[in-house]
Each structure stands twice: as structure tokens, then as C-alpha cells.
């Protein structure tokens, strides 16, 4: 990884990099061709309580008892809880009638708790393995690049690149088609890893968000602005956060080891213990970014269309 010493820019890219032929071998056994593991039931208070911070801060509907409710405005006060609930809908405003197209849709988790949430989502992969994951689950899901869909202009309300933009040898091209298929009232979603955070700098070279050579550049808050202005897009909100900070951490010291010993590194599952230090590391950095820091491992930015007098 090279970085950009320009200012304050800080980007990170990878170089060199995989030719175009070689990008699919890089997938091949990649952790979106599992389907999700089922979460807590449902009916459970746990759910109700996120379903009741995301009713209370973005203003999706939900039919909750007084008992949810009250605990809610009791746990979103706590950072970590609130940036839990939160990040389910990458901070996404409720949107009653939208649409949402999800790029780099995975096994279509993601889809999955949006549609739940009211919205009708499409996705697309350009691996066709999850894809596969994602229609066996009933969803709307497209195998291919972005521009081979051919969607028609003002086509979604909201288009979600979770973890993708990192991934893609032109970032900018597939910008300016979303800026094309977007409506000018929608907006762009973009959740990526920030070159800039505390987990980077405690874990170097180890840190999950390099993912070498799958992550062909790393933003930091500012490049990324700068990258999605170049397609026509304005900002409308930048945070970074450390819901995934100690599952990141975890990742890190796993793939430190497997390196010594020349095994296999992998993500730790979610029912993993979490070591008490990087457990403590992670809510220090969950306190350091609710008091302003920008050193939460995952970087997500909401950004509108901008007025354009021609094409982008």
C-alpha cells in the first residue's frame, strides 16, 4: 500500500495491483458466499429496542410496546448500543415509498434487513456465487458490473455501496454512473474503511481494512469526498465509527498469528468471545469518535446529487 503524503489526504492504494483477469480468483472463496446465521428471534426485546432506536433517530415506523421504547431511550444514550441499532440502515433516513439499488449486495444481508424496514431493494454482484446466496433467499438479485444493467436515468431513490468502493479499479466511472441512474432528490450511501483510524494505527499492516490485495484503495473522510465530488455528488453527512472495532481488532491479532505460523487467517464469527483488552480498546475509540474523533475503523458518508449544468 502507497499513501498520498498531499496534504491532508491521506489515501491509501494498492500498487501494484491485480490485472482485470485476475480479480475474480481473488473471490473465489470470499466470506459473502456464506448466507446469514439467523439473529434473535424476532418477537424478541432486544430487536424491539433497535427497531425502537431506529423509529426515535432515522424515523422508520414500528408498532413497539411501552417497555421497548423505554429501554431504548435509555441504551441509545450508551454509543456503542446506538451506533449498533444505527449502522443496520447505514444511518438511513426512513424513506416511506423508496427504492434502493444495493451495489456489491453480497449474500444480501444487508437487502434483506432494508426490505424488512419498508424499502424495495434490487441488488447487483459481480460475484456470482453470492448472488446465487442472495436469490436463494427470494431476493432481487443481478449478477454483473454496474453498467451492464443499463438502468434507465432517475431510476432509485437511494443507492448503497457497502464495502465496494475499496474494491473497484475505476471508482470514479462507477460514481458517475450512479450519479446518472440516481433521482436528484436520492442519495448515495458509501460504507468503506478509513485509512484514518485507531484500529489502523494499533494494528499496521494486520489491519482488516487493507485486505490485501482485495482493497485496491483506502479512503480516509476527506479523499473520499474529494473522489465522489469528481462524479458530481455533494455532502450531506461524513462519520466514521467503532461498531466494528473489536471484531477488527480480533481479525487483526488472528491474522498476525496466522501470518508466524503460515496457517489460514480468518473474521472472527459473532458469537466469538471478545478478548476483555480489545474489548476495551473498542469503546475507547467508540467514546473518542462520539466526543468528534475520526478514528472509527469504518467510514460512511451520505452524499446528494449536485446541481449540474451538463453532464457529469
Same mark, same amino acid.
Given at each position: 500500500?502507497?499513501?498520498?503524503?498531499?496534504?491532508?489526504?491521506?489515501?491509501?492504494?494498492?500498487?501494484?495491483?491485480?490485472?482485470?483477469?485476475?480479480?475474480?480468483?481473488?473471490?473465489?472463496?470470499?466470506?459473502?458466499?456464506?448466507?446469514?446465521?439467523?439473529?434473535?428471534?424476532?418477537?424478541?426485546?432486544?430487536?424491539?429496542?433497535?427497531?425502537?432506536?431506529?423509529?426515535?433517530?432515522?424515523?422508520?415506523?414500528?408498532?413497539?410496546?411501552?417497555?421497548?421504547?423505554?429501554?431504548?431511550?435509555?441504551?441509545?444514550?450508551?454509543?456503542?448500543?446506538?451506533?449498533?441499532?444505527?449502522?443496520?440502515?447505514?444511518?438511513?433516513?426512513?424513506?416511506?415509498?423508496?427504492?434502493?439499488?444495493?451495489?456489491?449486495?453480497?449474500?444480501?444481508?444487508?437487502?434483506?434487513?432494508?426490505?424488512?424496514?419498508?424499502?424495495?431493494?434490487?441488488?447487483?454482484?459481480?460475484?456470482?456465487?453470492? !448472488? =446465487?446466496? $442472495?436469490?436463494? +433467499?427470494? /431476493?432481487?438479485? #443481478?449478477?454483473?458490473?454496474?453498467?451492464?444493467?443499463?438502468?434507465?436515468? %432517475?431510476?432509485?431513490?437511494?443507492?448503497?455501496?457497502?464495502?465496494?468502493?475499496?474494491?473497484?479499479?475505476?471508482?470514479?466511472?462507477?460514481?458517475?454512473?450512479?450519479?446518472?441512474?440516481?433521482?436528484?432528490?436520492?442519495?448515495?450511501?458509501?460504507?468503506?474503511?478509513?485509512?484514518?483510524?485507531?484500529?489502523?494505527?494499533?494494528?499496521?499492516?494486520?489491519?482488516?481494512?487493507?485486505?490485501?490485495?482485495?482493497?485496491?484503495?483506502?479512503?480516509?473522510?476527506?479523499?473520499?469526498?474529494?473522489? !465522489? =465530488?469528481? $462524479?458530481?455528488? +455533494?455532502? /450531506?453527512?461524513? #462519520?466514521?465509527?467503532?461498531?466494528?472495532?473489536?471484531?477488527?481488532?480480533? %481479525?487483526?491479532?488472528?491474522?498476525?498469528?496466522?501470518?508466524?505460523?503460515?496457517?489460514?487467517?480468518?473474521?472472527?464469527?459473532?458469537?466469538?468471545?471478545?478478548?476483555?483488552?480489545?474489548?476495551?480498546?473498542?469503546?475507547?475509540?467508540?467514546?473518542?469518535?462520539?466526543?468528534?474523533?475520526?478514528?472509527?475503523?469504518?467510514?460512511?458518508?451520505?452524499?446528494?446529487?449536485?446541481?449540474?449544468?451538463?453532464?457529469?
Amino acid at each position: 500500500m502507497v499513501q498520498c503524503r498531499a496534504g491532508d489526504c491521506g489515501l491509501l492504494w494498492l500498487n501494484p495491483r491485480p490485472v482485470a483477469e485476475q480479480l475474480p480468483r481473488l473471490y473465489e472463496n470470499y466470506f459473502t458466499h456464506e448466507a446469514e446465521q439467523p439473529g434473535p428471534r424476532s418477537d424478541g426485546l432486544r430487536v424491539h429496542v433497535r427497531r425502537a432506536i431506529q423509529r426515535s433517530l432515522l424515523g422508520y415506523p414500528a408498532r413497539l410496546g411501552a417497555a421497548a421504547r423505554a429501554l431504548a431511550a435509555v441504551v441509545q444514550l450508551v454509543p456503542w448500543y446506538r451506533t449498533s441499532a444505527l449502522r443496520e440502515l447505514f444511518w438511513l433516513p426512513f424513506s416511506s415509498r423508496g427504492r434502493l439499488l444495493d451495489i456489491g449486495c453480497g449474500n444480501g444481508a444487508p437487502m434483506q434487513r432494508f426490505i424488512a424496514a419498508g424499502w424495495t431493494a434490487t441488488g447487483i454482484d459481480f460475484d456470482a456465487a453470492a !448472488v =446465487a446466496v $442472495a436469490r436463494s +433467499a427470494g /431476493l432481487d438479485a #443481478r449478477f454483473g458490473p454496474l453498467k451492464e444493467h443499463a438502468f434507465p436515468d %432517475a431510476q432509485f431513490d437511494v443507492i448503497l455501496m457497502g464495502h465496494v468502493i475499496e474494491h473497484l479499479a475505476d471508482p470514479a466511472e462507477e460514481l458517475k454512473e450512479c450519479r446518472r441512474i440516481l433521482k436528484p432528490s436520492g442519495c448515495l450511501v458509501i460504507a468503506t474503511p478509513n485509512a484514518l483510524s485507531l484500529g489502523h494505527r494499533l494494528a499496521g499492516r494486520h489491519w482488516p481494512g487493507l485486505d490485501v490485495p482485495r482493497h485496491l484503495q483506502v479512503f480516509t473522510p476527506k479523499s473520499l469526498t474529494r473522489m !465522489v =465530488a469528481m $462524479a458530481g455528488f +455533494a455532502p /450531506l453527512e461524513v #462519520r466514521t465509527h467503532a461498531g466494528i472495532a473489536a471484531n477488527w481488532l480480533m %481479525a487483526s491479532e488472528d491474522w498476525r498469528v496466522a501470518e508466524r505460523t503460515g496457517r489460514c487467517a480468518r473474521l472472527p464469527a459473532p458469537s466469538d468471545p471478545i478478548p476483555l483488552h480489545w474489548l476495551a480498546l473498542a469503546r475507547l475509540q467508540s467514546m473518542g469518535v462520539a466526543l468528534g474523533a475520526r478514528w472509527g475503523d469504518e467510514l460512511v458518508g451520505r452524499y446528494a446529487p449536485a446541481p449540474s449544468s451538463g453532464p457529469v
